[in-house]
Nanobody, 116 residues
């Protein structure tokens, strides 16, 4: 059974930082592109960052320079370090695992609220 379990969300003040983690089980993590998506109230889910099997990272423009995605294949975990957070970053953040042969797997999401 595939499980992606996110953690690390919460309430943070503008300018603060959070580190999200996503622990994967039931998949061979090494062969999945991992991503973080977010969905703000009333908006569509959007890709925030992704990291390929080889470790190449891609970011949405609004996250570039503030967020860092990384992966630890030995721990089957992907991280999203988020710095200099703003209220516009408030959303539910979802972990995604993608493999062309298997398709997409999703976590349940973790809420990030940026507010003073």
């Amino acid at each position: 059974q595939v499980q992606l379990v996110e953690s690390g969300g919460g309430l943070v003040q503008p300018g603060g930082s959070l580190r999200l983690s996503c622990l994967a089980s039931g998949i061979d993590f090494r062969f999945y592109t991992m991503g973080w998506y977010r969905q703000a109230p009333g908006k569509q889910r959007e890709l925030v960052a992704s990291i390929s099997i080889g470790g190449r990272a891609n970011y949405v423009e609004s996250a570039r320079g503030r967020f860092t995605i990384s992966r630890d294949n030995a721990k089957s975990t992907v991280y999203l370090q988020m710095n200099d957070l703003s209220p516009e970053d408030t959303a539910v953040y979802y972990c995604n695992a993608r493999n062309l042969a298997v398709g997409d797997k999703w976590g349940q999401g973790t809420l990030v609220t940026v507010s003073s």
